[in-house]
């Protein structure tokens, strides 16, 4: 026979307001006492009373238990949840802010607490626990500890994941998963790592998408898989990004290398780029202001000369030539 796995849907509960039912206990509370006092009266005066006695037992009995009415008086703040079952099975969630009156037999369940998350290999761990059995609702971050991922080229690199998420379906959240804290830190993990290995670390062609230069679109597709992923959860992404990103130590020192010598190609380029045409502007020049007459070949040596000037690493010696040039 094949097993179904039953997903929890959220109920929304309206209950009672707690203040009437607190001051009918009081007010109750109250009664009782000044019962007790009429039938020790009604006895010291008529032994026989079966009313005396009657009143005297329910007031004592109401005295004694007239507190259960106290266990089910909850005080709920603004953005908590309380998942209630009776007797083992869900009846709702109360979500709503202020004092209310619950079933006093409905109990209230959070994830199990306590659980140590692993979340990365380098063995940095924290714990999770749950001293409250109410389910907070505010929008909260998980920072994940960095991990080593090798991008699309196949480097080796070291990347941190941020999110930001809360809780949408505290059904969901407390019995379709263990612990959905843990659940979340592990699906962030793998989502991180799989999307990492679709995207160069860096490129040199402008139009490919990488982690580096694309962050926006990095993080869109962080954000649409790990959603799909905590559905199950009933958790909502806010965001979700890169919060570290380099390449890994044991090839930082060479991507260093290639990087400054991609950026000493790209200055050269425009070095020689201004030179050829400052080149050609002093040749414009001399040749509209008839300075001088020159033929191919001293142009040709202009040419050179400039161009080592301009372009040389260290200043140029310039040498006078107190002669003709021929």
Known sequence: MEN???????????????WLVLFLTILLYIVAFFGIIAAAVTLENNEESILGGLLMAVSIIWVTFG???????????PNEALVLTLFGKYIGTLKKEGFF????????????????????????????????????????????????????SGNPIEVGIMVTWRVVNTAKAVFNVENFQTFLSIQADSTLRDVARCYPYDSTDSDEKTLRGSSSEVAEKLKEILQQRV???????IEARITH?????EIAAAMLQRQQATAIIEARQKIVDGAVG???????????SNVC????????????????????NKDAQPIVNSGSIY
């Open 101 to 152: 009156f619950v079933n006093i037999f409905a109990s209230p369940v959070a994830p199990r607490s306590g659980a140590v998350v692993n979340t990365a290999p380098s063995g940095n761990a924290y714990t999770v626990s749950n001293i409250s059995r109410k389910l907070s609702l505010k929008t909260m971050t998980h920072n994940n500890a960095k991990q080593k991922i090798n991008d699309l």
């Open 67 to 77: 507190w259960v009415p106290f266990l089910g008086l909850k005080v709920m703040r």
């Open 4 to 18: 179904k796995k039953m997903v929890y849907e959220e109920k929304e509960l309206h209950p009672a307001s707690g």
């Open 293 to 312: 007459e020159l033929d191919e070949e001293r142009k040709a040596q202009m040419v050179s000369n400039l161009l080592v000037v301009l372009c040389g």
């Open 245 to 249: 990103l380099a390449y890994a130590q």
């Open 231 to 237: 559905d199950i959860a009933g958790l909502e992404i």
């Open 278 to 288: 400052m080149v050609e502007m002093a040749l414009q020049k001399l040749s509209e």
